[in-house]
């Protein structure tokens, strides 16, 4: 019986993190609000710069400063090397246990299998914590009387 291992291609000790470049919402956007209704979905994606030891899954999670609870975004997590990730906000709360979201402004955090608190080496992905978006409620018709 033979093994076979997979080695990782040498990596300068100079390499920079990698990095995620946001492309949708764009980095250079104001803050995007995003309704929070049936069908409304919310696509976020990315390029990937400096990455040369890809990711066997991406983790993506949205954390609201207001109430300090963090959300699962999409299915959570996704193949280390997807570009984007689409959510519906209005149907992750009709599932059964989670906490209901909050119409408030939350950070979009994302890493890879080392986890959040993975540290900048060269040529992995460096844990991104940045595009920053709100989340609101339609108001309710209010009668004309």
């Known amino acids: 019986m033979s093994t076979s291992t997979t080695t990782a291609p040498p990596i300068e000790q100079t390499a920079p993190g990698g990095l ?3 492309t949708q919402p764009p980095q250079t956007a104001a803050l ?10 919310i696509t976020f994606g990315w390029n990937f710069t400096s990455v040369h ?13 207001a109430n300090g609870n963090t959300y699962t975004v999409g299915p959570g997590t996704i193949d280390g090397q997807a570009t984007q990730v689409i959510w519906d906000p209005w149907a ?7 906490t209901p979201l ?10 890879d299998e080392r986890g959040e608190g993975a540290g900048i080496l ?3 992905l460096t844990p991104y914590t940045g595009t920053r978006f709100s989340l609101y409620r339609p108001a ?3 009668p004309l009387e």
């Open 20 to 22: 995620l470049s946001f």
């Open 32 to 41: 995007s609000y995003y309704k929070i209704a049936p069908s409304n979905l």
């Open 53 to 65: 030891i890809w990711p066997e899954s991406l983790t993506i999670k949205a954390f609201c400063a």
């Open 92 to 98: 992750y709360e009709q599932q059964p246990g989670v």
């Open 102 to 111: 909050a119409a408030a402004e939350y950070t979009l955090r994302i890493h």
């Open 122 to 124: 060269g040529g992995h």
């Open 140 to 142: 309710r018709a209010t």
